[in-house]
C-alpha cells in the first residue's frame, strides 16, 4: 500500500507543476437553465434534495455509500462493493427511475440501475426527487428519481479549472479521478477519468474468514461539450463510458466457495439542440445507449453468459411563456427503439411512442401549481393515460405548504418477459397511485421539510418461487393484486457561523410501511425507520465531519420469519480535512475517513458480513 501511495503522490506533484488556472471570471447570464433549476420547475409539490459538488467529492468511495449517508433512501447491497439496488419510499429497485442529463437509463433488461457501476466523482450535481415522475420519465419512475447532472457553462473570460482526486484505503482500496473545465465565452469543455479498485478482502467479524472473491476494477470516462452558437442558441453533447469487473463475493457459512465473476460496461451518448427565446424555447435531442454484461460461474472458465442491450431516442421539447397570465405551456414528444439480447434469449426490439403536456401557472408571489398528462404507445403493451398534478402555496414569508398527486407506471422488463423457464409473457404493466402532502421551512439558515404519502400499486410485479402452479419452485415474475407503502419523509438543514467557527447540520428521516395486501405481509427489504445525519464543522484551514446512519431490521422472506430477519444497525463515520495554504491560485487539501468508527457488527443482507473499522486516506488537489 505504502509504495503505491508514493505512486500517487509522485504523479499528484507532477500534474501539479503542469497545471494551470486562469482567474475566474463572472459567469454568463444568458447560460440555458441548468438541469437542477428545470427540475425544480417541474417538481411543484414535491420534495427534492440536491446534493452539491463538495459533499460529492467529500463522499467519493462508492455512490451506494452516498445515498445511503445523505439520503433517506435504502439501499440493498450485495456485499461491499457488490451489486447494489435501491428501495425508494419502500418501493422495488425497478420502481426507481435513474436520470442522466434528462433521459431515463434504467437497464432494458431487468429496468433497474446497479448503483455501485456508477462512478459518484464524475457528476458535477446529484438530485434526489421524492415520488412519482412517469410523467417526464417514463417507466419505473413510481418511488422517485435520481438525476446525475454534468454541468455546461460559460464565462467571459477564457477559464481553466482542474482538479485531481486521489484516495487510498484498507484492504488494497484505490480511487482515483481527475477532472478538467476549460470554457470561455463561447464554448465549454468537460472532461472526468476515474479508477477504482479493490483486493475487499475485509474480516468477516469474529470467523476464520475474509471477504473472499469480493475484489472489484472499473473505469469510466464523462465528457461534456457546449458550444454558443449566439446569444439564444447552444449545442451541448454528453458522453459516459463505464467498463469494469468484479467478483461476487461469498456468503457464510462457507465463503471461500465462491468463484463468480461479473463483467459489464455501457456506454451514453446524447446530443442537444436548444434555442431560447424571450417566450419560447425549443430543444431536440438524439440518444444512443449501450450496456453489455458477462457473467461467468467459474471466473477460471471462459464459459458463461452474457446480455447487452441498445437504445436508440428521439425527443423534442416546446415551451410557451405567457408572462401578463404568469403561465407556462410545456410539450414534451420522444420516440424510443430498445433492442435486447442473451445468450439464451433472442434479440428483441421493442418501440415506444410518448408524449405529455405541463401546464404551470404561478397566482401572485405566493401560489403555484401545475397538470400534467401523459400517453404512451408502446408495441408490447396497452399503457395507461398517467397524469399528475402539484400545488405549493407560500405563507407567513418562510413557510410553505405542498400537495401533489400522479398516476405513475412500470411495463414489464426484457427479463421478466422472457427469461427461458422462468419468464411469463401474461404480465400487464404495473400501475400506482400517489398522493402527499408536504409542509416546510426556508431561509438562509435553515431549511426544514416533512411531508406523508401514500402509494397504491396494482398489478405488482414480483418474482416468486409459487408463482406459477405448472411451474412449481421456480422462481417466475406474477402480477400480484395490490400493495400498499404509506410513510412519512423529513429532512432539516441547518447553518450558523459563530466566532470563526461554521457548523452545517442535515437530518433526514423517513418511516415506511410497506405491504403486500394479497398476503397481508410485510415487504421485503424495507427498513421502518431509517435515520442519517451529517456534522460538519470548519474553522480556518481545517474541517470535521461527522456521519451517522440508523438503519432499521428488514424482513428477508416472503413470510416475514421473525428468524430470517437482518438486524438493525447503527454507523458512525468521521472525516477530518486540512487545506494548505493557497499558492499559484491551487488549493490542496489533506484527508482522513474512518468508516464504521465503532466497529459495528452488521450486515445488510442475510449472511453477508459489512466491514468493520476500516480507513482512507485522500489528497484533493484542485488548480
Known amino acids: 500500500m505504502c509504495k503505491k501511495l508514493i505512486v500517487f503522490i509522485l504523479l499528484f506533484k507532477s500534474l501539479g507543476i503542469v497545471g494551470q488556472k486562469n482567474t475566474i471570471s463572472n459567469r454568463l447570464n444568458e447560460v440555458i437553465v441548468n438541469a437542477s433549476k428545470r427540475l425544480k420547475k417541474s417538481s411543484i409539490g414535491q420534495s427534492i434534495v440536491h446534493l452539491s459538488d463538495s459533499l460529492i467529492i467529500r463522499n467519493t468511495e462508492s455512490f451506494t455509500d452516498l445515498i445511503r449517508f445523505n439520503t433517506s433512501i435504502y439501499l440493498r447491497e450485495y456485499g461491499k462493493g457488490g451489486t447494489s439496488s435501491v428501495c425508494f419510499r419502500g418501493t422495488s429497485a425497478s420502481n ?10 434504467n437497464s432494458f433488461n ?14 458535477d450535481g446529484i438530485d434526489i426527487r421524492s415520488g412519482g415522475g412517469s410523467i417526464e420519465f417514463g417507466s419505473g419512475a413510481i418511488g422517485g428519481t435520481i438525476h446525475l447532472s454534468d454541468k455546461i457553462e460559460y464565462f467571459e473570460n477564457d477559464n481553466i479549472e482542474n482538479r485531481l482526486v486521489l484516495n487510498v484505503g484498507s484492504f488494497n482500496t484505490y480511487n482515483s479521478l481527475f477532472k478538467s473545465k476549460i470554457s470561455n465565452n463561447n464554448y465549454n469543455v468537460n472532461i472526468g477519468l476515474v479508477r477504482n479498485s479493490s483486493t475487499n478482502d475485509f474480516k468477516l467479524f469474529n470467523t476464520k474468514f475474509n471477504n473472499s472473491n469480493g475484489s472489484y476494477e472499473n473505469y469510466a470516462m464523462n465528457l461534456s461539450l457546449g458550444y454558443r452558437i449566439n446569444k439564444i442558441s447552444e449545442i451541448k453533447i454528453y458522453s459516459s463510458s463505464f467498463i469494469g469487473k468484479r467478483g461476487f463475493s461469498g456468503t457464510l457459512p462457507n465463503p471461500v466457495a465462491a468463484n463468480e465473476q461479473y463483467q459489464d460496461s455501457y456506454s451514453r451518448n446524447l446530443i442537444k439542440y436548444g434555442i431560447q427565446g424571450e417566450k419560447t424555447r425549443h430543444e431536440l435531442s438524439t440518444g444512443y445507449l449501450t450496456q453489455k454484461y458477462n457473467y461467468y460461474p467459474n471466473k477460471l472458465s471462459n464459459q458463461g453468459s452474457f446480455g447487452q442491450s441498445r437504445r436508440y431516442v428521439f425527443l423534442y421539447l416546446y415551451e410557451r411563456q405567457l408572462p401578463k397570465l404568469k403561465i407556462s405551456l410545456t410539450s414534451f414528444s420522444e420516440y424510443e427503439s430498445a433492442f435486447g439480447e442473451t445468450d439464451r434469449i433472442q434479440i428483441r426490439n421493442r418501440r415506444q ?42 405563507f407567513l414569508e418562510n413557510f410553505y405548504v405542498r400537495i401533489n398527486g400522479s398516476k405513475n407506471y412500470r ?23 400517489q398522493e402527499e402532502v408536504g409542509v416546510g421551512y426556508e431561509s438562509e439558515k435553515m431549511t426544514f421539510d416533512v411531508g406523508i404519502y401514500s402509494i397504491k400499486t396494482n398489478n405488482k410485479i414480483i418474482w416468486t418461487p409459487s408463482g406459477d402452479s ?21 429532512t432539516l438543514e441547518l447553518k450558523r457561523d459563530f466566532k470563526g467557527i461554521r457548523l452545517n447540520a442535515i437530518l433526514n428521516y423517513s418511516y415506511t410501511l410497506a405491504k403486500d395486501l394479497r398476503l397481508d405481509k410485510f415487504l421485503i427489504f424495507v427498513p421502518k425507520h431509517l435515520f442519517n445525519g451529517n456534522l460538519s464543522i470548519t474553522k480556518n484551514r481545517w474541517s470535521l465531519s461527522l456521519q451517522t446512519l440508523y438503519n432499521d431490521e428488514v424482513y428477508s422472506t416472503q413470510d416475514n420469519d421473525s428468524d430470517s430477519k437482518v438486524s438493525s444497525f447503527f454507523l458512525l463515520n ?7 495554504k493557497k499558492f499559484f491560485n491551487s488549493n490542496l487539501t489533506l484527508g482522513v475517513r474512518i468508516n464504521n468508527v465503532l466497529g459495528e457488527q452488521y450486515m ?17 488537489y484542485k488548480f
Open 110 to 123: 431487468n429496468g433497474q440501475t446497479g448503483f455501485n457501476a456508477l462512478n459518484v466523482n464524475l457528476f
Open 574 to 580: 468521521s472525516i477530518i480535512e486540512y487545506r494548505l
Open 411 to 433: 411495463v414489464p422488463t426484457y427479463n421478466d418477459l422472457f427469461w427461458p423457464g422462468q419468464g411469463n409473457l401474461n404480465l400487464v404493466p404495473e400501475t400506482a397511485e
Open 353 to 394: 411512442f410518448s408524449q405529455y403536456f405541463i401546464f404551470k401557472q404561478n397566482i401572485l408571489s405566493n401560489l403555484s401549481y401545475n397538470l400534467k398528462v401523459r400517453k404512451d404507445f408502446n408495441t408490447d403493451y396497452d399503457v395507461p393515460l398517467i397524469y399528475s398534478g402539484g400545488l405549493k402555496f407560500r
Open 470 to 490: 405448472e411451474r412449481p419452485g421456480v422462481w417466475v415474475p406474477i402480477n400480484v393484486a395490490e400493495t400498499s407503502n404509506r410513510g412519512l419523509e423529513s
Open 604 to 620: 445488510v443482507l442475510p449472511r453477508r458480513p459489512m466491514p468493520l473499522r476500516n480507513f482512507n486516506f485522500n489528497i484533493n
Open 96 to 105: 426507481t427511475a435513474v436520470v442522466w442529463n434528462g433521459i431515463n437509463v
